[in-house]
């Protein structure tokens, strides 16, 4: 079930069929995501005409291209490599004509691969941002709300410094809702957050460092482009892969197993420890009274949970939720999981998710470790890879966000 959601929003799969049609003048190419590279792949070959640009993505995510070119940088926070694409990428774009034409490759990632400080703030400060940010527990729109408004490409500002051409955003989403103003900050749409909207999450998370970010916020100057901005008029936004089209991929996998599937939702968000023992709860209802399908049955879910790090542990969100799933089902028969990064990489690791199965106790309690301990500690990695339950998959070349899957086997 997982390879085939993976698969569903392969780029050669979900893309060929949104190219726009070629232009009179310039077709230029631009972009940033964990999916752009392999996205530019797949332009080059279906675009007969001249074609030209840059895409940045993630270090390991690179493809071979001929006429665009590839460069990598850091993520989840920024670095140099990453500062300098963007900056070319603003600088390609300008002075360009109404016969020419911008396509602009997004997913999931972007916002930090594509990082180029407004005026009166550096590098740094935006590490920092994102540092604190990582670790507070804000949700991806927070966090892409505040990226936006210290930003000079992103929230619309690329599509604005295009103009008057016409430029086509191709989308990979990796955000609950599918909002492209929100999917990588949403460099080429209309931003229909502020920059006190940006400040209130810094306060809600008692962010306060580093000063020169407080004090560009406050002062709130040359706000991100809105609904109305005429230099958007020429822009366009196509989505070509949602978690949706890969939790459907998903759930046809069950089908034909003989498996119930029941997807919860495209779209969950909230703490990976909590939401994991919702789900346990309603893993254990399937196997109790065959509610809200009878087993063998499969609980799907998508979207991006997020971890408030309190200990000194590794581990992404995804391995936090399963190793949460596991405390909260106590060896409960016959209830296997799985939940993994469509990216590959869980948060900031080399794994994309693990799996645990019904006896993750006994295994556990056999390898001296303390499953609740190991949670508390945030220490989910160590845990499954002392189990050797890690899926470890590398790079994917897409992003449709976290994918968890819950199968309830049938009773006796």
Known sequence: MFDAAVAAADPETCLPAHLPAAPSGRTLVVGAGKASAAMARVVERSWAGDLSGLVVTRYGHAVPCARIEIVEAAHPVPDENGLMAATRILEMVRGLRPDDLVICLISGGGSALLTLPADGLTLADKQAVNRALLRSGATI??????????????????????????????????????????????PTVADPTTYADALAVLRKYDIAEPAAVLSHLEKGRDETPDQGDSRLAGAS??????????????????????????????????????????HAAIARQIAAHGQPAAAPAVILSGGETTVTVRGGGRGGRNAEFLLSLAVALEGAEKIHAIACDTDGIDGMEDNAGALIGPDIWHRAAAAGIDLKARLADNDAYGVFAALDSLVTTGPTLTNVNDFRAILVEKPG
Do not use: F, W, Y
Not at 237 to 254: F, K, N, R, Y
């Open 141 to 186: 729109s927070e966090m892409n709300c505040v990226r936006k408004h210290l930003s000079a490409i992103k929230g619309g500002r690329l599509a604005a410094a295009a103009s008057p051409a016409r430029v086509v955003s191709l989308l990979i989403s990796d955000v609950p809702g599918d909002d492209p103003a929100v999917i990588a900050s949403g």
């Open 237 to 278: 936004a196509i989505l070509v892969a949602t978690p949706q089209d890969s939790l459907e991929a998903a759930a046809a996998v069950a089908r034909r197993a003989g498996v119930t599937p029941v997807i919860l939702s495209d779209r969950i968000e909230g703490e990976a420890a909590e939401v994991a023992k919702v």
